[in-house]
């Protein structure tokens, strides 16, 4: 690898790192005031639709630029999130909205560039590579913050451990945006094509597309319902920190294993053991959720999924490169997220319709069982690209005619 992908794997650790010390504890904070999940699901909402938009404006910029200038922004943009809550402090919940939409910026900015760079500084015979060295790398920071988060916030108890934990990620982020400047990148001097960004262009891209609108329906939605049925059952930070750490050590080392394991002829069978793992995981919470399921859910997600998310990211790329599409991989990013935002703004919604017309519990088990299907449905859809896993001229399979190799 080049050493601007290596300084963006050091990017990707830290961001990792940073996100992992807050994140959940973002949710578990404004929880623990409102005690009401369609407030946290409306705060995500929020965020879900707010990243789409953004992620067009940064298209337009970094196609004008490079990705660089979206990566600095999406930083100085967490900066200004995590300032508002030490800021507001508990009066944060009075402006959640407002604090969804800052994040679901920081969020548009950042990723669109992540993505964009990701493309530039790697190629097809080093992505699989790529991909599982920023998961591990990724994977070993977001073991570590949790669990120091979780600690701070047990010994400080109240507000003042969650200010701590939340300049202690400010901090981070600051030194994110001094690394960033050692990336150097040529500018595109080019105008963002919006029929691109929007359009389903040809058909491999249309299968990614609906993979990765599938998965939307799952993706974040499952992690901030699992973190909060957790503290609800555990009745402790401290709790959520170490089964943050169990389920980050194996999932990197999951990514490890498919990284040297998955070779271009396996890579189907891998999706098929990642989709049907993660729905397996998530039954277990569908029949009593207790300290017992959820670890079980945890152990089964975090090492199996990176069997799927290897593949989905790295397919993305290839269709990409496959169809000599190399300058149009911004719009590429553009149209992959506002497919998977559209993804999860459908689920959110139902969720929130859901709890508000049924306020017993039994909806959110009947909801983590929809969510658990679903990887199938985005797995029988990715696995149509034959020819994009194995190298081959592209040509669709139907599932149940292929023989897993």
């Given at each position: ?355 508000s017309l049924f306020k017993s519990p039994v909806t959110l088990r009947f909801y983590l069982l929809f969510l658990g299907l679903v990887p199938i449905v ?28």
């Amino acid at each position: 690898m080049c050493k601007e992908a290596k300084v963006l794997l050091v990017i990707s650790a830290l961001f990792t790192f940073a996100m992992g010390l807050s994140n959940i504890f973002v949710n578990v904070f404004f929880w623990k005031q409102t005690n009401e999940y369609v407030v946290i699901a409306i705060y995500h909402l929020t965020h879900y639709i707010a990243t789409p938009i953004t992620f067009v404006l940064a298209g337009v910029l970094a196609k004008r630029k490079n990705g660089i200038w979206s990566l600095r922004i999406g930083l100085l943009t967490y900066v200004l999130f995590f300032m508002l809550i030490l800021f507001w402090g508990s009066k944060g919940t009075s402006y959640i909205y407002f604090l969804g939409i800052i994040y679901g910026m920081a969020t548009g900015f950042y990723w669109l560039a992540f993505n964009t760079l990701s493309f530039d500084f790697t190629h097809m015979n080093n992505r699989d590579t790529f991909n599982g060295f920023n998961g591990c790398c990724a994977g070993i920071a977001a073991a570590s913050s949790p669990m120091i988060s979780a600690y701070i916030i047990s010994v400080f108890n109240g507000v003042k451990g969650y200010n701590m934990v939340f300049t202690m990620t400010l901090a981070t982020f600051v030194v994110l945006t001094l690394v960033s400047l050692l990336l150097r990148c040529k500018s595109y001097g080019h105008k963002l094509d919006f029929k691109k960004a929007f359009s389903r262009n040809c058909e491999e891209w249309s299968i990614v597309r609906t993979s990765t609108a599938i998965w939307g329906f799952r993706d974040v939605i499952i992690v901030f319902l699992v973190n909060i049925l957790t503290i609800e059952t555990t009745k402790s930070e401290l709790s959520l920190g170490k089964l943050t750490l169990i389920s980050s050590l194996v999932s990197s080392a999951s990514y490890v294993l498919v990284q040297r394991v998955i070779k271009p002829p396996h890579r189907r069978l891998s999706i098929v053991i990642g989709v049907l793992g993660s729905s397996i995981a998530v039954l277990a919470l569908t029949v009593n959720v207790v300290y017992g399921t959820l670890v079980f859910y945890i152990m089964m997600d975090a090492f199996l999924l990176p069997f799927f998310l290897i593949q989905l990211n790295s397919a993305t790329f290839n269709v990409i490169d496959r169809n000599h599409e190399e300058d149009m991989r911004i719009e590429y990013m553009i149209n992959k997220d506002l497919v998977l935002n559209s993804g999860r703004i459908i689920s959110v919604l139902i969720l929130i319709t859901l709890l508000s017309l049924f306020k017993s519990p039994v909806t959110l088990r009947f909801y983590l069982l929809f969510l658990g299907l679903v990887p199938i449905v985005s797995g029988y859809s990715l696995g149509k690209l034959r020819g994009v896993f194995e190298g081959k001229d592209f040509k669709i399979f139907p599932f149940h005619k292929r023989n897993i190799r």
